[in-house]
């Protein structure tokens, strides 16, 4: 029995995202509860940009690692890319927006009494206590 050949460049780009997104998570856990967190977004981008060079090199050629279980070819290339630039815009984006509404720090939406539910609890709280103020 002949062991598959093992090539992890192949699967580089999907082990950067994968240690990036641990990273994202640990960091996440072990900080401060009161520390602004608009850093991990940072990281996020970090990791995407890094995962996108190394898909780069993949383009122009067919290769199958892992016994044929996993190809790289231009039409795998072209999914990978087009969701590592997705993914790229869509933390690009929220990490905006979230500066923007001032999310980002450590109690969520800073402006509600009710930090802590979600925006749509945040809406529908506001919307019964309004309605109990007009009985």
């Known amino acids: ?5 093992i090539d992890l ?3 580089a780009p999907e082990i950067v995202i994968t ?6 998570l640990m960091v ?5 509860k009161k520390e602004r967190k608009g850093y991990l977004g940072v990281i996020s981008l970090i990791g995407i940009l890094i995962a996108f ?3 780069l090199p993949l383009m122009g050629s067919v290769t199958s690692g892992f016994g044929g279980m996993f190809t790289s070819d231009g039409y795998a290339l072209f999914f990978k890319i087009t969701f590592l630039i997705i ?6 984006i929220s990490v ?4 923007r509404e001032g999310i980002d720090d450590a109690h969520g939406c800073r402006d509600s009494p009710d930090h802590h539910l979600p925006r749509a609890g945040i809406d529908v709280h ?3 206590h309004s309605r109990r103020d007009d009985a």
Do not use: N, Q, R
């Open 9 to 11: 460049y192949l699967i």
């Open 96 to 99: 905006g927006y979230a500066h």
């Open 19 to 24: 240690i990036f997104g641990f990273l994202v």
């Open 1 to 5: 029995m002949k062991l598959p050949e």
């Open 126 to 128: 506001l919307h019964l």
């Open 53 to 55: 060079f190394y898909t």
């Open 87 to 92: 993914a790229f815009l869509t933390i690009l």
């Open 28 to 32: 996440d856990v072990f900080s401060p």
